[in-house]
């Protein structure tokens, strides 16, 4: 069975710094494929806001957190990462980790997209205040 689990969510002040991981037990990640963070706040709708093709550097960033965070993949611990560096209070929200098990993709911006069988984590909380 697979499982992602995140980790690292908190509160912090507005200019601080969180790194998130995201864990995976039961997959074997297969290149090509995405593994991208997503956002939700409340009322609002989830949204993309990293993306990574694995066994690659192609990466994709929301325009609102460009410069400012950084996805990577550590396959041989099966862990994928956001560090999140300058948080503003509008980067306040559940952090999701997800990952696509099938489609191979050769541009990083199609990792904003998740499928209806994309495996998804439990979700890591952010808050930051101003």
């Known amino acids: 069975q697979v499982q992602l689990v995140e980790s690292g969510g908190g509160s912090v002040q507005a200019g601080g710094s969180l790194r998130l991981s995201c864990e995976a037990s039961g997959y074997t990640y297969k290149r090509f494929t995405c593994m991208s963070w997503f956002r939700q706040a409340p009322g609002k709708e989830r949204e993309a806001v990293a993306g990574?093709?694995?066994?690659?550097?192609?990466?994709y960033y929301v325009d609102s957190v460009k410069g400012r965070f950084t996805i990577s993949q550590d396959n041989g611990q099966n862990t994928l990462t956001l560090q999140m560096n300058s948080l503003k209070p509008e980067d306040t929200g559940m952090y999701y980790c997800?990952?696509?098990?099938?489609?191979?993709?050769?541009?990083?911006?199609?990792?904003?997209?998740?499928?209806?069988?994309?495996?998804w984590g439990q979700g890591t909380q952010v808050t930051v205040s101003a």
């Open positions: 997800t990952v696509d098990p099938r489609r191979v993709r050769s541009n990083a911006d199609s990792c904003a997209r998740a499928y209806e069988d994309n495996y």
């Open positions: 990574i093709i694995i066994g690659s550097s192609k990466t």
